[in-house]
């Protein structure tokens, strides 16, 4: 039964360690689409990065202390129910991260959506803007054309 608990906590601490490896990749993608953004989104999406990175240390760190204590109790004894309900613990978290880094790639996405709707709206805009100008021009030379010709007409009297 203790080596079960062992291998059992080598298990779930090689699966925490790539779950981490997950978000850090995650990590970098979203700081990379936070780059991209400007403005004040830009600053929040770059500062829940960095909020990310912390606890993504965090969690390392704590990995690397069981690691270490999972190593020491194999020589010295046993401890596993603590370090089960450390990995347990540790797990919970990532997920938790997991669930927040989810969520913030949906609000990345839903930004992207937004910023391309403006985008789209901004040239229909301009479009209509530039053709209001163009017709305003026309009239003008129209108007032109008109007082030079009632004073042409004027002047004949």
Known sequence: SSNNDKKKSNDQLINCKDFIKQLDEIIKQLDMEARSQS???????????????????????????????????????????????????????LDDQNDIISSTLRIVEETEQVGAKITEELSSNRDKIESSRNHASQLKSDMDVADKTVKEMKNRD
Do not use: A, M, P, Y
Not at 76 to 87: A, F, P, T, W, Y
């Open 39 to 93: 403005g004040e989104t830009k600053k929040i999406l770059s500062d829940k990065v960095g909020q990310f990175k912390i606890t993504i240390k965090q969690l390392n760190n704590e990995i690397e202390k069981l690691n270490d204590k999972i190593n020491r109790s194999s020589l010295i004894g046993d401890k596993s129910e603590e370090q089960r309900v450390r990995l347990i613990d540790v797990s919970q978290r």
